[in-house]
Every structure is written in C-alpha cells, then in structure tokens.
C-alpha cells in the first residue's frame, strides 16, 4: 500500500530523472534508451508480477538499485576480486546515499529512507525476506534481460566458468525464486539445458 501516491510517484520520477542521464544505451524495439533507466524499469516490472502488493519501500528500492550506476566504473578498482569486491560495495553505498537524498527530498520519514537504504544495500539477505525477494528479482532480471549480454562480452571464459557465475547467483535465491526461473521468465536456449541441471 502506498502511504502517499503524490509522494511515491516524485521519488520515482526523480530517480528515473537521475537515471535517464545514463550515457550507456540500449536498443529496446528499435529505439534507443538510457540502459539503467531501462534496468530500473525491469526491475519494478519483475517485482510486481513476482510479489503481490509489495511494500512501498521494497518498491522504491527496487527502482534505484543501480542509480547512476555508470558514475563508479568497473575499471576504476584493480582487476582482482578484492578489487570487484569493493567496487560493489561502494557501489551499494553511492545507491544508498543517492536514494537517501531523494526520499528525504520528497518528505518521506526517516524510518522509510533507513529501510530504503538498507534493502538497496541488501543487508540481512540471509534472514530478512523482503531483502531476499528483492535478490530474487534481480537474479530474475539478469537472466531474462541481460545473460546473453554476459556470455557474450565474456566469450573468453568457457561454459564451466560461465555456469558457475550463474549458479552462484542461483543459489542466493529462494525456492520461490529459483521455480520461477523456469516458470516465469525466458531464457536463452541455448543456456536452458544448462541452468535446468544447476537447478535440479
């Protein structure tokens, strides 16, 4: 339930707003977008066919996810996994304090901006379910939209490398989620076979 549609739709239009600036674009039935604009647009799609009535603040996190995400480059970091590690996390931190700025911005409370934050930061995955719910998504996300990009801008790694990527994405999923990989979205056939088998 939303406490405030006027306030909820100035929260999203700002971060789409921030997002829309993303130079990166992707070509979506012939016509050109901002690609984490696009992203966040996927993401709020995914989340309501997935939950019914999610809460407010899942939804406004889910929507800045990767805000301006094109601000903190991968190859900004050393090209080591302590390095890919850091990148994220302050990637996370940059969403959180983008987001933080906007909702208090619009008048939201304290309490909502801090459990904003934290679901964008996806503390307590392990234990709190809207954190979880909010993973899922994503994971739903990157394999419908965005794993044949993936393989192809990593061709070379081999196909056991590739799969244990995206098996480990598969196993911070739910049950719910990891059902809803084969029933919910589509994915490219060619690696179908492949993620049924990490899935048994």
Not at 38 to 57: C, F, Q
Not at 113 to 141: F, H
Request: glycine share 4%.
């Amino acid at each position: 339930m939303i406490v405030n549609q006027e306030r909820f739709n100035r929260a999203i239009a700002l971060f789409d707003e921030l997002n829309s600036k993303d130079p990166n674009r992707e070509i979506l039935g012939r016509k050109e977008r901002p690609k984490e604009l696009l992203y966040a647009e996927r993401i709020s799609t995914m989340l309501k066919n997935y939950v019914l009535n999610p809460s407010e603040t899942l939804q406004l996190a889910a929507r800045c996810q990767h805000i301006q995400r094109w601000k903190i480059e991968r190859g900004s970091y050393p090209m080591t996994k302590p390095g890919y590690y850091r990148w994220r996390k302050n990637l996370r931190d940059f969403h959180a304090k983008t987001a933080k700025t906007i909702l208090h911005e619009v008048g939201y409370e304290k309490s909502v901006i801090d459990r904003v934050s934290s679901l964008v930061k996806k503390e307590g995955l392990q234990y709190d379910s809207e954190v979880q719910t909010l993973e899922d998504v994503v994971v739903l996300v990157f394999l419908e939209d965005y794993l044949e990009e993936f393989i192809h801008s990593h061709s070379n790694f081999d196909e056991s490398k590739l799969m244990n990527i995206v098996s480990k994405s598969l196993r911070k999923m739910t049950m719910k989620g990891r059902r809803a990989v084969l029933t919910m979205i589509t994915i490219p056939p060619s690696f179908l076979p492949a993620i049924k088998k990490t899935l048994d």
